[in-house]
């Protein structure tokens, strides 16, 4: 475990900031698989949140992960990349969709894209990357998701993350780069193809 403030009684778990490169290489000691969450989860300022924690933290966790011999790594994305389909309807959007990201957020996000896929040529390393659907973090998101039906078709629920996670963590070591989205079941019409989540990685939403 690693997080801002001290969490769960786990062991080795290490507080720190993903900018705090020396508290990475503590929490990376010994780690086969890095599950990477972490990340200003929306748009926010860009020169005082999102470059340090979804670029610069970006950076930091890889090379600390890549050095450390992490055999997997699942890197959480955002459906945002892939916005405007969504927003005309031209749906389901699949994983080779050309990007088009919403805004500098999800910018951020291809970036953490790019350089998984180099990491998974250059160094072989497993890399999965979850375009994660709306998973929300306040009552106001859960309102909002309630009075939209575009939102209740991308929603993911923290269990369904959770078994989403525990499928890609236990995936064969077969699967070398993948691309997936990663929702739950749709209320209204399927927003995202899931197939290769379900094929490749045996994820199936139950919420």
């Known amino acids: 475990g690693f997080d801002r403030v001290p969490g769960p009684d786990l062991p080795g778990f290490v507080a720190g900031s993903v900018t705090d490169r020396a508290a990475l290489d503590r929490a990376m000691d010994g780690m086969e698989c890095l599950v990477h969450l972490a990340a200003t989860p929306d748009d926010a300022d860009f020169l005082t949140e999102l470059l340090p924690n979804n670029l610069l933290g970006v950076y930091h966790v890889l090379e600390s992960a890549r050095l450390a011999g992490v055999r997997r790594m699942i890197l959480a994305s955002s459906g945002q990349v892939n916005w405007w389909q969504g927003q005309r309807g031209e749906l389901p959007v699949h994983p080779d969709d050309p990007p088009t990201p919403r805004s500098w957020y999800a910018a951020t996000k291809l970036f953490l894209e790019g350089i998984g896929r180099s990491i998974a040529e250059v160094h ?84």
Request: with cysteine.
């Open 124 to 207: 072989g390393i497993s890399v999965i990357v979850a375009r994660l659907g709306w998973c929300p973090r306040t009552p106001d998101q859960c309102q909002e998701i309630a009075d939209a039906e575009w939102a209740q078709d991308v929603y993911i629920s923290p269990g369904d993350v959770g078994r989403f996670i525990a499928c890609a963590v236990e995936a064969p070591d077969t699967v070398r780069h993948l691309v997936v989205y990663a929702a739950g079941r749709p209320r209204h019409r399927q927003h995202f193809d899931m197939t290769s989540a379900r094929e490749l990685l045996g994820f199936e939403p139950r919420d």
